[in-house]
């Protein structure tokens, strides 16, 4: 978010860009090595993570974009794509 | 497919536990002897896991009041405060709660699990932003879902995350709503009240603090954290419960704020429940008059929590980041805890097992609790069990636990 807010529209489309790459780079941090994520990976079922690691990886992902993810918007998230999309909208309201 | 297909997991974890008979769900109390003494399968064990922090659920003066109620009131309500449930001791007990907290208004709910729901669901519109500590309790998640507001949760007792939190959200409209708690139940450790108080002054927020298990426990007049962070001016509600240090049932709500007395038409899980029976108000505020009459109560059971903390630190366990009446012994992992929990009912001592997702870093607890009535001898014996668990399981070394309740008296803090 600090360089969508001092970059203009080009660094915006850049950080969209990326978005889905990030979230699966702080995730594998937080599950087993070797475990192959996709955007159609699930990320409870497939991932084996409890209910408050997944609120900790929200939360480090509001650290990566400088956004606030509300927990009630994120209940309907099942796979990375979901996620990558709810985020997208995340981080250009926020912009 | 079965409708409890998606419990599995659960199901296994249980079934486990119990083939090798360690299921802590299988504990049942044949008796219970006094604030610190039960019977479990026939033995006898020392209680350390039921935060009846000040011992009062065998108090003379609450039972004798108790009965006394029950006698002339019945065995219940059979309707809600806003029905045919309001006697005349729950306005009463509500008044009796104002005064102790020097609040303007008081409200009584049937638990303190739905004083949270209530409070919190009824308080947080729309519009509204409740950020929440990342370690609060489980009614205060469920809270937020019965609630329409937007939910974030902050980083454990970090004010600055908080801060930065709340600026994220620039001049976007609705309140800004911080919840914490007093005392954590998990580790045992309280919040940051003075620095969090001075985020909620900064940025116009409202502070709501659940003192469920600091109440009767800190501050002078055990009144809790915010009484001991001196900080009670800047708390909008003070949330608590009954079921700990007043030994009983129920839950309560406290507030200075004008039109606190709405939540009362607007707080469905106060609304559309059977109210508290008399005899349980009637417990409940004698047990309060004994907190506001005898404050050793409260320093008795700081210096208790003390005396274990450093018995077990001194021994080389892992344990929350400071000494409270909730002491938490960190496990290295789950199967450890599990067989270490079912070892120390073998040797006479029952505490709480604690496990993810109920524990903050998916942590494995050993999660034990002192209450004003414990003897010194009574925790010498269970800070001695707890090491020759320890030592067997291969928790901690020999050498450091040699003599764990002798060093825990020569390192005990004062109580204050």
Known sequence: MKCVRSG????????????????????????????PITGETRIARDLGLDSVAIMDFVMELEERFDILIPLDQIADVETIRDLTKAIEVLVKDAA | MSIFAKFEDIRNTLSDL???????????????????????GGKRVLLFGTSNYLGLTFDADCIEAGVQMLRQSGTGTTGSRIANGTYAGHSSLESQLAEFYGKRSAMVFSTGYQANLGLISALAGREDHLFIDADSHASIYDACRLSSAEIIRFRHNDADDLARRIARLKDKPGCRIIVTEGIYSMLGDTAPLREIAAVKRATGAYLIVDEAHSMGVLGARGRGLCEAAGVEADVDF???????????????AVSDLEGFDLLRVAAR?????????????????AALSRIQ?????????????????????NAGFALGPQPNPVVAVKMPDRDIAVTFWKQLLGEGIYLNLALPPATPGSLALL????????????IDCAIAAICRVGMRLGVISTARAKH??????QLALPAE
């Open chain 1, 8 to 35: 203009g529209k080009g660094k915006l489309a850049q950080l969209l860009d990326t978005i889905g790459a990030q979230i699966i780079q702080v995730l594998a941090g937080m599950v087993p090595s070797g475990a």
């Open chain 2, 18 to 40: 119990s083939r090798t008979g360690q299921n802590p769900l299988d504990v049942r109390f044949d008796e219970i002897k006094s604030p610190v003494e039960g019977i479990v």
């Open chain 2, 238 to 252: 003070v949330v608590g419960t009954f079921s700990k240090s007043l030994g009983a049932m129920g839950g309560f």
């Open chain 2, 269 to 285: 899980p106060y609304m559309f429940t059977a109210s508290l029976p008399p005899s349980i108000v009637a417990t409940v505020s």
């Open chain 2, 293 to 313: 009459q005898d404050a050793s109560l409260g320093t008795r059971v700081r210096a208790n929590g003390n005396r274990l903390y450093r018995g077990l630190a």
């Open chain 2, 367 to 378: 999660r034990s609790s002192v209450n004003a009535m414990h003897t010194d001898e009574q």
């Open chain 2, 404 to 409: 764990p309740a002798k060093m825990a008296e």
